[in-house]
Structure formats: structure tokens, C-alpha cells
């Protein structure tokens, strides 16, 4: 079974820094994107930033600037180093990732990770 594990969460001040990581594991024979998307009460989801395994990279505006999404393929991990925090980040943040499965048949598969809660007080 994969899955997806995020980490890194938790409170900061307002222009303080979190470093947000999301590790995919199981029978995975390749991964063609991963994206951190987030949700912030009464919200829909947004895309934050995402990276393909060539290492294109895509920021929503509100991130650019601020924001760095980065891989490291060894690993199969996405980090999200975020700085200059302001209270409109907090939210609970997602990591996703657009995979192929091991195995004889090549099943594309669209996985979410359980979310990490990320608050920004002012």
C-alpha cells in the first residue's frame, strides 16, 4: 500500500518559517508530480506549489516569492520551505502526488497524505 506522509507543521509568528516535508512510500515505480495544496477554514482547496519529477516547478501567486518547493528523488520527498509567514498561510496543508504503482500492470494513481496543520499567529 502507499501512502503519503507529511510533517513539519505547527505554530509561528507572523514573518517566521516552516519547512514542510511529505515522504511517498510503498510499491512505487515512478512519480510524476507532487503538489502542496492547502485548506483553510471555510475554504476550497488551493494549490500552493507543485513540482514534476523533471523539476518544473508552479507557485500560486500568493506563494511566489515566498514560497520554495524542492525534491529530492532518492527519497521520494517534496519539501515546501515556507518564509515570511503572515496569518492568511494558516491552513492545513496536503501533500499530493500523481504516482505509477509497481507492478505488471502500470496503475496511475492520484494520492492525498493525511495533512499537516500549519498556524500563523499574528
Known amino acids: 500500500q502507499v501512502q503519503l506522509v507529511e510533517s513539519g507543521g505547527g505554530l509561528v509568528q507572523a514573518g517566521g518559517s516552516l519547512r514542510l516535508s511529505c515522504a511517498a512510500s510503498?510499491?512505487?515505480?515512478?512519480?510524476?508530480?507532487m503538489a502542496w495544496y492547502r485548506q483553510a477554514p471555510g475554504k476550497q482547496r488551493e494549490l500552493v506549489a507543485a513540482i514534476t519529477s523533471g523539476g518544473s516547478t508552479n507557485y500560486a501567486d500568493s506563494a511566489k516569492g515566498r514560497f520554495t518547493i524542492s525534491r529530492d528523488n532518492a527519497k521520494n520527498t517534496v519539501y515546501l520551505q515556507m518564509n515570511s509567514l503572515k496569518p492568511e498561510d494558516t491552513a492545513v496543508y496536503y501533500c499530493?502526488?500523481?504516482?505509477?504503482?509497481?507492478?505488471?500492470?502500470?496503475?496511475?494513481?492520484?494520492?492525498w497524505g493525511q495533512g499537516t496543520q500549519v498556524t500563523v499567529s499574528s
Open positions: 510503498g510499491s512505487i515505480r515512478s512519480i510524476n508530480a
Open positions: 499530493n502526488a500523481v504516482l505509477v504503482l509497481a507492478g505488471t500492470l502500470l496503475k496511475i494513481k492520484d494520492l
